[in-house]
């Protein structure tokens, strides 16, 4: 006769066996669902609002020489005595190019004075690129280490900072700027620096 198999459990730590398993599958449930929530209150920001410690502090001291081809550089002392723009940009940058356009129509109606921060660019091909679709800027100063980017906290390629007369940073766009962010925003802005 066939003897009945004992459970290698015995039958009263069972249940407790059973709760256990079961706790450690809410616990985990609940740890993806919170991080399912972060990710999607993540995805619903907006790149172009992520805040800057540098807004209201005067511009990071640097001087650089100028780009390929242009005699002008770019350093903190020239960006003082007027509202001016900051655009960081370089020739490998696909977004830099959809901006682009907007940079030179502002210069071509004297809007603002331009200046840009190449960054991280090979010599030549930051110089062909703005010969290719034409250069907005008053002065270009060439990053080709990233350092002042890095000082200015410099997230990716294409930023533009609002500098106001007197040397302080008063907005940062993360992103390419597009008509709408020119016209609700950069232009009140820069009226508002003007008075």
Known sequence: M???????????LLPATHSRAWRGYVVALVVFGAIG????????LDPKRIPS????RPVPTFELPPVQGRT???SSENLTGEVSLVNVFASWCAACLDEHPLFMRLKR?????IHGLNYKDAPD???????RHGDPYTRTGADRD???GIDWGVYGVPETFVIDRDSRIAYKFIGPLSDKDVNETLLPLLEKLRQ
């Open 2 to 12: 066939n003897k009945p198999v004992q459970p290698l459990v015995p039958d009263h």
């Open 37 to 44: 929530i972060l990710l999607a209150y993540g995805l619903g």
């Open 53 to 56: 410690p540098l807004i209201g």
């Open 72 to 74: 002008l550089g770019l």
């Open 109 to 113: 109606d004297n809007v603002v004075p």
């Open 125 to 131: 091909d930051a110089a062909a690129w703005l010969a």
């Open 146 to 148: 990233g350092r002042v």
